[in-house]
Structures are given as structure tokens and as C-alpha cells.
């Protein structure tokens, strides 16, 4: 799966930026509140009127302070996914319990320097794990690849039956690092310099799938 990041796109122009990249299978929606990141992107207005223009699942990552008052805010205006971090989460099991029950999927994100081990019961209750692969805070940064080794061990986990999250990265993917990552066991990757910088956004999208199909050896 690849989840364009409208971080990348042009604000002025969301509703055809969204358009640009049909047949992505999520569109990601990057939130940021100037407090758990140094940026501040976009929130509920926007979100709720998103998915009044497309049919692609959004996919909301939360990098906000306060996820436990928010992030079912985000259910209900729409998101088929609902990721918060982990690091910023005061009671992530209800947390998880209050998305699924607004109908949203839950997906909890871990940093670069935060560790999967501790968190492996608490998952059981979520959907997602998104692994970011970057500081989160900005668009357009190089890859970690140290990360890929929690993407492997969340991939041991998954298909030993000990889990059921969706795996999936963001930060720094593009037609060069993505191979590495579906390798290491990805499932769902967030792209979006990569696509918004493409002259061709939708085929781009096409493109990356195609690779981290390729180097996956799953189908
Ligand atoms: C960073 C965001 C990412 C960002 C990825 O904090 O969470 O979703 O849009 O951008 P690229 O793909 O350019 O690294
Ligand atoms: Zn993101």
C-alpha cells in the first residue's frame, strides 16, 4: 500500500492535489500542533472536508500533544485511520478502544529512538503500527535505516500470529530507500516528497508499488 503525505502538496490547492494522486490505496494527513513537533500543519476542519472530496481512506497522523481528548475527534470527522504516538499518549489502550468504537481503525506511531519492545502487549489493541522513519516535524528528510530493524521484528511478530497490525513507514521514502523497506517487511508506505515533488504524481505512486511489490517477495 502507499499513502501519499499531503504534507507535501500544495495547501492552496488540497482538493486537486488529492485528486493528482488517484489510486493511492491511503492519503496521509500529517497533523502537527507546534508542540509534541516544532511545526503546526492542519487539523479537524480540514480533515473533515477532505474526506468530503475523495474516496481514498485518510490516514491521520497525529504528532500532537494531547491524543487522548483528540484523536477520536478525528474518527468522527472521518478518518478511516487514526495514528498516535506513542511517546505523547496518556492512556493509549482506551485511547485505541474510543477509535475503534468512532468506527476508525488505531494505529500507534513509534519515533526513531523510541523502542518497539515495550509497547508489544499494548499493540494487540491496535490496528497500525507506524514506524516513522524520520525526526517527526518536516517533510523532505533522509531515511533512517536503523529503524528497518523494529520493522522486522514487528514483521516476525505479525506473521508468527502473536500480532495483526498493518506495518507501516514514514519518513524519507522514495524510489531509492522503499526497496530496503518492503524487504525489511513493510506493508504500508507514506511517500511524500517523493510524490508531490514527481512531475507525475499518480504515476509515481504506481512506480513505488510496483518496487516495494518487487522487493517484498509477499504478495
Ligand atoms: C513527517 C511526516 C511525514 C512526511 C513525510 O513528520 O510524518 O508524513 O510527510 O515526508 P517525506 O516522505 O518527504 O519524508
Ligand atoms: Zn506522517
Redesign the pocket.
Known sequence: MIAP????ADFARLADEVAAVRGADWL?V?V?DAHF?P?LTIGLPVVRDLAKVTDIPLDC?L?IDDPDTWAVRYAEAGAHNVTIHVEAAGDPVKIAKDLRAAGAKAGLSVKPNTPLEPYVELLRHYDTLLV????????????IPEVLDKVRAARRLVDGGDLTVLVEI?????EDTIERAAAAGVDCF????????AADPAKTVAELRDRAAAASGRN
Open positions: 503525505s499531503i504534507l507535501s496521509h500529517d502537527m513537533v511545526n497522523h504528532m516513522m522513519s524520520v525526526e517527526p516535524g518536516f517533510g523532505g528528510q533522509e531515511f514514514d519518513g524519507g521514502i522514495n507514506v511517500a511524500g516528497s517523493a510524490v508531490y515533488g
